[in-house]
């Protein structure tokens, strides 16, 4: 068959592809900056903007430092701590301890509280474990106080509250060769021992600030979204903000956070003004309450196979029925039914990013009143540039007589001042700042990132080891570090549904150390063979475009417009997706036989 003209699949369609591609650069390069990552400015805990991460929820509770031995460590109390302590707890292991910085389990739903926060993928499949904890969550898009009541109960349900350390940050992971065993370090003084050691990464932790002068100048009240003041605005994550009804609101960024926190601000603040640099994609969310005649109908294993479902339609794979059924699974399942092979079916692809875009683009004209308000809020770059969001009142937001939208024309605001914020010369007069400006990107330096290195065989430090990409086995381990295991999204599965790689990986990890136990094996490592062919598959595997990457607008997905796309392809995920990476590593344990481990 003869190859199709590119650009005549988008000519039958009535597009100029070359305008559209034109567009689309002009507003990314609106954006580009010299300094890309470096724009953020991160917060240290002992610099001058150290206030910005201080726990404004749980007060601080003194206790005596630990010098005990536990079996099996686990480093963060956040989705991926919680589902590794139920594995490990499932697989036998009693000796075992959580560390966690907050104040609670929870991770991201532990930090982040501000009003209106939700999750924007289903509950029903986000949630990890709702069988076995024995709980549905009460509408179909949990709102971030209930996921947060969750997390305290899934730790209660598998006993993880027991030997945890909770407001305890690690500070040292250090491997002893004579003893077999791994000390770890805290701030609290602690110095204990344990035979293994998961370390989670986290997602959404390291609050950011923009690198913009002023910040220290600014006399108003002023806080990141994820240290939410409840004691300053009033109300909680549902809203009802009294204290704020004589305040004028400054919010800084227009993502994911905004998009959720805006709307709530609107209700009850005098004035808001909102700070874009670049416009969210935002669709429907339709959001309902939870059916209990459909919820008394579910069946045993109804959980797994709607999480399985969900991730086979964002894939683009044919399933007889969408049982999750939202704008997620509609739009993916369309966009990646098509994988670009050729180039008429990469233009097809194209083709169809660009027709849903239109679509994202009329809906906000369809809602927002003000023509040329709409037209700064239409997102025009292609769907994967950035994560996409879903909500029902953010655009409406912007027909109130109290909201406005403060265009910075791709730039962001010139600097804070002590009363406001200036953007092209105007300067806007406000009492309270809020940074809902996101978090450190994932693909941060690592010691940067944990806050702490890892001391492995012969001293040598995880950080050194990776500097220059990193070396796993199927993500979860990493050779010269016996006993010690990943959860993170680096070299494993990829799903839009986090919950399911980490799910997967908490499965794969306690069967490792559940099987070194049935070996009395006193260490578990990976040979240099298994982990050399493993990064070599994830590249192989990778579909890190360079053209892509550099055509998306800035964002943390391509390193604010700065994409090194052999590190992307070396330290990215698995990318023929969670599914097929899940059966790879069910068939590699099936075997029994462990290939690439090192059991002694």
């Keep these: 068959m003869a190859e199709i003209n590119a650009d005549a699949v988008w000519t039958a369609e009535g597009y100029d592809v070359d305008a559209v591609r034109s567009k689309y650069k002009q507003e990314r390069d609106k954006r580009i900056r010299a300094d890309g990552p470096n724009q953020y400015r991160l917060i240290s805990r002992d610099g001058e903007l150290a206030e910005y991460i201080k726990d404004p929820y749980t007060p601080r509770v003194e206790r005596e430092p630990v010098s005990d031995v536990v ?152 806080f990141h979204t994820s240290r939410w003041d409840y004691d300053y605005t009033g109300g909680d994550s549902y809203g009802n903000l009294d204290k704020l009804r004589d305040k004028v609101v400054g919010v800084i960024g227009s993502g994911a956070t905004a998009v959720q926190c805006v709307p709530m601000l609107a209700k009850d603040a005098e004035h808001v003004f909102v700070f874009q640099r670049t416009p969210a994609i935002v669709d429907v969310r339709e959001n309902h309450p939870t059916d209990p005649e459909w919820a008394a109908s579910l069946k045993p294993g109804w959980q797994r196979e709607r999480v399985v479902n969900f991730s086979a339609c964002i894939a683009g794979e044919d399933t007889e029925v969408d049982l999750v059924d939202d704008a997620w699974t509609r739009v993916f399942h369309n966009l990646r039914r098509t994988r670009p092979v050729t180039e008429s079916q990469a233009a097809a692809m194209e083709l169809a990013d660009y027709t849903h875009m239109e679509t994202i ?112 086995l199927y993500g979860a381990q990493t050779r010269n570090f016996p006993n010690f295991f990943i959860v993170s999204y680096f070299q494993t599965g990829i799903a839009s549904n986090q919950a399911h790689p980490l799910g997967e990986m908490a499965t794969h990890i306690s069967t490792i150390i559940a099987e070194a136990r049935a070996r009395n094996a006193t260490t578990v490592d ?49 990318a ?19 290939v690439g481990l090192e059991f002694e």
């Design 71 to 222: 079996e099996t460590t686990v480093i963060g109390g956040g989705f991926a701590g919680l589902l590794l302590g139920a594995r490990l707890r499932q697989a036998g292991i009693e000796k075992l301890r959580v560390v966690e910085t907050g104040g609670d389990f929870g991770g991201t739903w532990y930090w982040n509280r501000y009003p209106g926060i939700a999750c924007d993928v289903e509950s029903y499949i986000y949630l990890p474990l709702l069988e076995e904890v024995g709980y549905m969550p009460t509408e179909k898009y949990a709102k971030g106080a209930e996921i947060f009541a969750y997390c305290q109960m899934f730790a209660r349900h598998f006993d993880l509250y027991r030997d945890a350390l909770l407001q305890t940050r690690v500070t040292d992971v250090r491997w002893d060769e004579e003893d077999a065993l791994w000390t770890v370090s805290t701030d609290r003084g602690d110095s204990f021992r344990s035979k293994y050691v998961c370390m989670t990464f986290g997602t959404f932790l390291h609050p950011k600030l923009p690198g913009i002068p002023g910040i220290e100048d600014f006399t108003g009240k002023s």
């Design 361 to 472: 683009r009329a809906r906000v004209g369809e809602i927002v009143e003000d023509p040329v308000t709409a037209e700064a809020l239409r997102p025009y770059y292609r769907f994967l540039c950035k994560r996409p969001c879903f909500h029902d009142e953010y655009l409406q937001a912007f027909n109130r007589p109290n909201v406005t939208l403060v265009d910075t024309h791709g730039k962001g605001p010139e600097r804070v001042t002590a009363n406001g914020i200036v953007v092209d010369g105007t300067e806007y007069a406000i009492d309270t700042l809020v940074y809902a400006t996101g978090f450190a990107s994932i693909r941060q330096d690592l010691k940067s990132r944990l806050g702490y290195d890892v001391h492995g065989r012969s001293g040598q430090a995880l950080s050194d080891k990776w500097k220059d990409g990193i070396s796993t």
């Design 526 to 574: 990976v040979t240099e063979a298994a982990e050399d062919e493993w990064v070599q598959t994830v590249i192989n595997s990778s579909t890190a475009s360079a053209d892509f990457l550099e055509s998306c607008t800035p964002s943390y997905y391509n390193n604010e417009g700065q994409p090194n796309v052999n590190l992307f392809r070396r330290n990215g995920p698995y």
């Design 576 to 594: 023929r997706g969670i599914l097929p990476f899940s059966k790879l590593l069910e068939d590699w344990r099936a075997t029994g036989e462990y």
